[in-house]
């Protein structure tokens, strides 16, 4: 129940901008919501915890009730914003060689540098490439 989509990354290398072809799985509605769910359970849950202790039963549990779904939907929010995945390939315009990333749980913008010439780069953003596009050029006759 992947959600994969064919997109070109925005890598820059100190202003040099590259847009490699990517692949890149996005987590689904419900992986979203799932996480959020879990961690609002997780917030009454430990404010069900202290329900039998003295003193602290009147402080955490009524905060936890309230905080729990904020907790939720923050981190729902959080999680639309997390790529599940990258894989893509670009050659470094420093060194020249071919880089691969392949990248897990990243949110944007994500650092790292050319593991042969130690160049910085960042990515950015990405943008969606529908397949149809891909295989529709306007210059073929
Ligand atoms: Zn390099």
Redo the contacts with the bound molecule.
Sequence with gaps: MEHQVSASLEVDFGGKILWPVAKIVLPTQWQMLKKGLRAWMGVWGAAALCLPVPIIHLVFPPIGLIAGPFLGLLVYLRSKKMIERIDAELS??????Q?ELHLTAVSLPSFDA??????GYGIYSWKQEPAETLLASPLQP
Excluded: I, M, Y
């Design positions: 470094c315009p420093r060194c020249s060689q880089l050319c593991p042969h010439c130690k160049a």
